[in-house]
């Protein structure tokens, strides 16, 4: 067990509606990464959180969005979806935002656009 | 851009062999670090090792160790004494205080 949770763990829905996907971190990290991971993919990197500040972007399409919380859970924002969102969606915590710390990945949220 | 390359989609390697993923990557950082991780079929991701990119001596995690070159900016994988629970999706990924980018993965299967 990581430590990280992600809820739902499945989730299906239809074109063109909107999804939140939720992330809470380990006790105390204060980094939250999203990353798509599509079918037989790598993980692409979407956006990192550090603190409640936004630290960096990926490949986050305008139709997606993301925040941290003072309490500093995460959430993903899907909104329009398409066929081509179906994917694997990782939350991943670190203590801080140093490069020596390791990723703490959640089990992930399998998205099904039906 | 920082970019990670994986060039071998797939490996196979015999129980009890030693297999060698490759992995290159690209940026102009001088602070980083360099991570494998291993994804098997339940999808869980899994560190296998990491490495400063200080440190001109390869970083070793048992039956695992890396060849990093820097200035090749190489960052290979060794698995020794192969093993059927090392049957995964490995990917290399590359740390810096904003991103941590990974690259797209090597299937490796080990043939008993």
């Known amino acids: 067990d990581s430590g990280v949770t992600q809820t739902p763990k499945h989730l299906i829905t239809a074109t063109g509606q909107r999804v939140t996907l939720r992330c809470s971190p380990r006790s105390g990290d204060l980094s939250v990464y999203w990353y798509q991971q599509s079918l037989d993919q790598g993980l692409q990197f979407l956006i990192h959180?550090?603190?409640?500040?936004?630290?960096a972007k990926g490949n986050i399409l305008e139709r997606f969005s993301a925040q941290q919380f003072p309490d500093l859970h995460s959430e993903l924002n899907l909104s329009s979806l398409e066929l081509g969102d179906s994917a694997l969606y990782f939350c991943a915590s670190s203590p801080g935002g140093q490069p020596n710390e390791k990723l703490f990945f959640g089990s992930g949220t399998q998205l099904s656009v039906l | 851009a920082q970019t990670v390359t994986q060039s071998q989609p797939e490996m196979s390697v015999q129980e009890a062999e030693t297999v060698t993923l490759s992995c290159t990557y690209d940026?102009?950082?001088?602070?980083?670090?360099l991570f494998w991780y291993k994804q098997p079929p339940s999808r869980q991701m899994i560190l296998v090792i990491r490495q400063e990119a200080y440190k001109q001596q390869n970083a070793t995690e048992n039956r695992f160790s890396v060849n990093f070159q820097k200035a090749a900016k190489s960052f290979s994988l060794k698995i020794s004494d192969s093993q059927l629970g090392d049957a995964a999706m490995y990917f290399c990924a590359y740390r810096t205080y904003d991103k941590v980018i990974f690259g797209p993965g090597t299937s490796l299967s080990v043939i008993p």
């Open positions: 940026t102009s950082e001088s602070d980083y670090y």
């Open positions: 959180y550090y603190n409640g500040e936004e630290r």
